[in-house]
């Protein structure tokens, strides 16, 4: 029934209808509304006035919050802190994307990971050196970067070890945001990487890039000038405001697309030299033991994913009949084209809606409507990007890059829906 | 020498270079980072090793903050509380545009306007009634509203009585923030309004939406049904995460481009009718004396409007030189087509940046460069939309409007800069 084309005229099927009840979003608007909402005689409900009417309000706030506790059958969104109990100081803290909306992540709730805790820096000795193979080097402080040229732009920001757990032969059981979330998607401000290294004037000797920052875990990289795209920025903002203390401040590189790694946080000093400083973060962190022995080092630009964040594990669907699944894709070669979704396990795919507009780099929406029989089903969603990247199924991933990888996980997620509405996370 | 074209053999002028300094942005390129930035011999400042990279950093956080005092020469930003004393409840916190980057404002930041404080509304017990001249009246709850199809935008919301105190004679001084901030952007996700209204088969005679909310301020207000903009929804999310209650949680209408009180917060009800109910916020509020003695109502659209950001009033230039000029455009209409800068009190203006993408009904930001002499010079900027309509000059709006005006001020705005680097607002 559900394959059925509404045109009688032709029997192409609707690239966007599919097997397991998967329904292009206008359905809604013939069936779905009416059937979620309560009839109601016009004033029955609503005849007395409610509390609010008659108490004041609450007061004006210099910096507004979430609200607290339970809202209604929803969670108040928060990070889940995953912290290594071995190393004080080492952990992440985790995007609830299961609780979010839209593309935007709050900068409260912007996933973070930390090596040896929030660096506390002082805004006002803060410099930047730029060294190296230079003609001359140059140091920052705040005031000097303000007066230089600066760029906005949307781009997510996903650290290479997100989603990690799902190298593990049994499925893990999480919200969705907390086997993915260490990806977030925010408004970055800063002044073009570019337009601080022409300035030093870089000799024919200057082929990388080699980061340091004022934490004290010591994290460096090395980037490779010749591969670093052009809008990689120092950025100084983040949806508006300055940098949080956790994302960097006073200022850190965003090299959009890039492993999360790569975007150093409270930068210390960016050093041109003729080949990779090859420090740990560089040769035992962020790198991949492959099948055939070999370690992939430097895979810097990140894969082609997504997952479908509504519903996920953790949600209860309220019973049968029209609901809307949405969900993120991201890719970082740029745009995301389509995102497939399956609701029978991936026997058939059918087209979602990709909100517009679509920026290259940034979180995408997409949305679907799915009329749900009651029956038990199988969510999947599998983004391609304009590289004509495809988000491969698992089984195929580890095939690829066998089993004792660590990093930059990106298959096809697998939400198992059970016949009282709950999900679960399974490998199918 | 600032007009001189670098293109040689051509006479025409550069759209993007004008009188006083204003520079395309590609001549920081040419001479202006270096300036900026501090000759170092290579590793002398930093020979030391910082104190964070001995002591060990902060904690990871469920919801991360601001950071606090300070930051270097910069403040942290806070909304300003202008509250009326004579009414508890009643009054304004402006978004600190002066002190934000980009475009997204970030939510706890986000202006407000409340009538009786922030309505405190159980979402449990919350209902939204979709009654009057319709087939049948629906009642939706947060849970049925979930099921329902959802859209994202990134849009302003503005107050109609943002910028209100430019009416006075005199050239009110504060921050361009606490002047006009009455305005910010955020990314909203919720449903259609149109989704809505086709469930209840409004009747013929439905031809206004009476909007009233849980808030003890008895704010309601009427929106002509013909007029309103397809893209209306009833707005659950905010930059991602669950409206804030100073947001109109769990609901609000959220009208892109119309004025702020028709974007009612906490939505209690909708109610179709024959024709507006002519409320206090219809009538006395939110309309303009013309000077013919008419008074304009129902003015929902807001104008085409700019201001500059940085520098502003309450900053310093820290000395002549090369800077940018960053600001904000917006307008009801859609698209900022065009901003003009002027560095001489608009003798000559000249082609601002727009930072890409410029959405529709969103902020844009707009930069350039200036080289600035030393000597008192007055900064304006003038925003054309997709309409082709521009900024008026003050005294022009004055001359269309009269004086007897309290809403909608949206003339081109001066800031002087004074010998000594610092701003002030002016009549200009």
């Known amino acids: 029934m559900t394959m059925k084309n509404p045109d009688k005229k032709s029997l192409q099927?609707?690239?966007?209808?599919?097997?397991?009840?998967?329904y292009s979003r206008r359905?809604?608007?013939?069936?779905?509304?009416?059937?979620?909402?309560?009839?109601?005689?016009?004033?029955?409900?609503?005849?007395?006035?409610?509390?609010?009417?008659?108490?004041?309000?609450?007061?004006?706030?210099?910096?507004?919050?979430?609200?607290?506790?339970?809202?209604?059958?929803r969670q108040q969104p928060i990070r889940w802190i995953t912290s290594n109990s071995a190393v004080t100081g080492d952990g992440v803290s985790w995007t609830p994307l299961h609780d979010l909306a839209g593309t935007i992540t709050p900068n409260g709730l912007h996933f973070e990971r930390h090596h040896n805790g929030v660096a506390v820096v002082d805004p006002g000795s803060w410099e930047l050196l730029i060294n190296g193979a230079v003609g001359r080097s140059l140091?920052?402080?705040?005031?000097?970067?303000?007066?230089?040229?600066?760029?906005?732009?949307?781009?997510?920001?996903?650290?290479?070890?997100?989603?990690?757990?799902?190298?593990?032969?049994?499925?893990?059981?999480?919200p969705a945001g907390f086997l993915h979330g260490l990806v977030s998607c925010a408004e970055w401000t800063g002044v073009r990487l570019s337009t601080l290294l022409d300035a030093v004037s870089p000799t024919d000797d200057a082929k990388w890039l080699v980061a340091d920052g004022y934490d004290s875990a010591g994290v460096t990289v090395s980037l490779p000038l010749s591969e670093l795209p052009e809008d990689a920025m120092l950025a100084l903002y983040q949806n508006g405001e300055t940098l949080r203390a956790e994302n960097g401040y006073p200022a850190r590189l965003l090299i959009p697309g890039w492993e999360g790694v790569?975007?150093?946080?409270?930068?210390?000093s960016l050093t041109l030299t003729d080949r990779p400083a090859m420090t740990r973060y560089d040769t035992v962190s962020y790198t991949d033991l492959l099948k055939d022995g070999t370690v992939e080092r430097f895979s810097f630009e990140?894969?082609?994913?997504?997952?479908?964040?509504?519903?996920?594990?953790?949600?209860?669907?309220?019973?049968?009949?029209?609901?809307?699944i949405s969900g993120l894709a991201w890719t970082g070669a740029g745009v995301i084209t389509r995102v497939e979704l399956s609701a029978d396990g991936g026997k058939s795919w059918a087209d979602a809606e990709l909100?517009?507009?679509?920026?290259?780099?940034?979180?995408?929406r997409f949305r679907a409507a799915w009329q749900w029989d009651g029956n038990p089903a199988i969510l999947k969603s599998r983004a391609t990007?304009?590289?004509?990247?495809?988000?491969?199924?698992?089984?195929?991933?580890i095939e690829e890059k066998g089993t004792n990888v660590y990093y930059h996980y990106n298959a096809v997620l697998a939400w198992a829906v059970a016949a009282n509405g709950s999900l679960s996370h399974v490998y199918a």
Chains 1, 2 share one sequence.
């Open 262 to 268: 790569t975007n150093l946080k409270w930068l210390r």
């Open 27 to 73: 359905r809604f608007v013939q069936r779905g509304v009416a059937g979620a909402a309560t009839l109601a005689a016009a004033g029955s409900v609503f005849a007395e006035s409610p509390d609010s009417w008659r108490q004041q309000g609450d007061a004006f706030s210099n910096y507004g919050q979430p609200l607290e506790g339970t809202l209604g059958s």
């Open 385 to 397: 990007d304009e590289r004509g990247r495809v988000q491969p199924e698992r089984q195929a991933l």
């Open 139 to 174: 140091a920052f402080n705040l005031d000097s970067l303000h007066r230089l040229p600066m760029v906005s732009r949307i781009a997510f920001l996903e650290c290479g070890g997100n989603s990690n757990s799902l190298w593990h032969p049994n499925a893990v059981q999480a």
């Open 355 to 364: 909100q517009q507009p679509v920026l290259s780099k940034a979180f995408t």
């Open 13 to 22: 099927v609707d690239a966007s209808e599919a097997g397991g009840g998967l």
């Open 302 to 324: 990140m894969g082609v994913k997504s997952l479908i964040t509504s519903p996920s594990p953790g949600h209860t669907i309220p019973g049968s009949g029209l609901h809307e």
